[in-house]
């Protein structure tokens, strides 16, 4: 099996570009007409965005296939379907009463299920202060790096483009009033279809900072949801899967390999690696909630095992390339003993207690930040 990957190439599918319509022949999306157009077009379900071990076979099938793709076995996240709404992510499931120790095994498998439902709350909460937290560069979330203006080439002291827009639509977004949400969401629109339409123009590191900026504003649509802007959430994941694509093609290898895998020779090189790690955790996080939100089981094949852990907390927060550069080498002492996969650390979690699993999961514990919380979840969640 290949090592994770974030976007798998070739699925693009488009809007007025891909399907030959100008933008005045382009449906609204809450048109009528809208439902029966994506139907009728080769649609591709977001879980092929994260396929894990994709064959050119799976994907001429996808692409030319006029079914719904999610009926296809082999998908850890099929939650991107005809008629999916943004609105289960924010959804209260309805509380469950502890059985008692003569209930029945549906009663306990409800408490099971109450229980994934709450560690997916737990996430959703977490990742509605993104918003917050790109006000600043100092407190940006972790799946984006506070020095991002070191992957331009040459490295600038400016942020991407992208990232310097998303900054000024969060602080519209932290500000919104009721009189300021047309104007919001129209700018949101605005900015992710100028990324889209201008994403053959940029380089890589600019790709990847489209994508990130592309994820904060999806998670715009999930705190800001409402019937009305239902549309903004679908038009935004069809941008997200093209400048996805686009990206996985240019990098041209898996956008989630290890650091044992793949070493980066620079601090620059480490954070384009390590943020790639990071935005891949991220999707796997949502399609988690969204899969347990809607009771669809996760891939048998359990491809998402393969998803690389991000690094240590000190190397993501490190404020120099010396700061880096001396954590780097003393994280290198605990490569060998380290979790180094999603499918890692769900193991040490489950398996029974021996010193050697202990001091994995102690180092492990003492390394994590949020993205590494968040992901220590998973096992409960699955």
């Known amino acids: 099996m290949q090592d994770g990957i974030l976007f798998d190439e070739g699925l693009g599918f488009g809007l007025a570009d891909d399907l030959g319509l100008s933008d005045a022949q382009m449906p609204s999306f809450d048109s009528p007409d809208y439902d029966s157009l994506i139907l009728s077009t080769q649609s591709p379900t977001l879980d092929a965005l994260l396929t894990f071990s994709p064959s050119a076979s799976d994907v001429s099938a996808i692409l030319c296939s006029k079914t719904d793709p999610t009926s296809k076995s082999g998908s850890w996240c099929s939650w991107m379907r005809p008629g999916f709404s943004l609105a289960i992510v924010t959804s209260i499931p309805t509380p469950t009463k502890v059985p008692t120790p003569t209930s029945n095994v549906l009663a306990i498998l409800q408490v099971q299920r109450s229980r994934a439902h709450s560690y997916a709350d737990v ?95 999806l998670i715009m649509c999930i705190v800001d949801y409402s019937v009305e802007n239902e549309g903004e959430g679908l038009e935004l994941l069809l941008t997200l899967h093209d400048i996805s694509a686009l990206f996985k093609e240019v990098l041209g290898r898996p956008c989630s390999q290890s650091e044992m895998i793949n070493p980066s020779l620079t601090w620059a090189e480490w954070i384009f ?54 954590e780097y080498e003393a994280t290198q002492n605990f490569q060998v003993s380290r979790l180094l996969s999603l499918g890692d650390l769900i193991d040490a979690q489950q398996s029974d207690y021996t010193p050697l699993n202990a001091q994995k999961l102690d180092r492990w514990n003492a390394g994590a930040d949020n993205c590494g919380f968040l992901l220590s979840l998973v096992g409960n969640m699955l």
């Open 123 to 217: 996430v959703i909460q977490s990742l509605r202060s993104f918003p917050t937290m790109m006000l600043r560069r100092e407190t940006f979330p972790w799946f984006i790096h506070p020095h991002s203006h070191l992957l331009s080439q040459p490295a600038r002291a400016s942020l991407p483009e992208a990232l310097s827009a998303c900054i000024g639509i969060s602080q519209l977004f932290t500000s919104r009033t009721s009189e300021t949400k047309y104007f919001l969401w129209r700018t949101i629109r605005a900015e992710h279809r100028r990324s889209r339409n201008d994403m053959h123009k940029m380089d890589k590191m600019e790709l990847l900072a489209a994508v990130q900026a592309c994820m904060i504003y």
């Open 273 to 326: 690696n390590e943020s790639q790690r990071r935005l891949a955790a991220l999707w796997f996080l949502i399609g988690c909630v969204v899969c347990v939100k809607t009771g669809t089981p996760c891939d048998p094949s359990q491809s998402y095992r393969a998803l690389a852990l991000p690094g240590p907390k000190s190397l993501w927060e490190a404020p120099t390339q010396a700061a880096w550069e001396a």
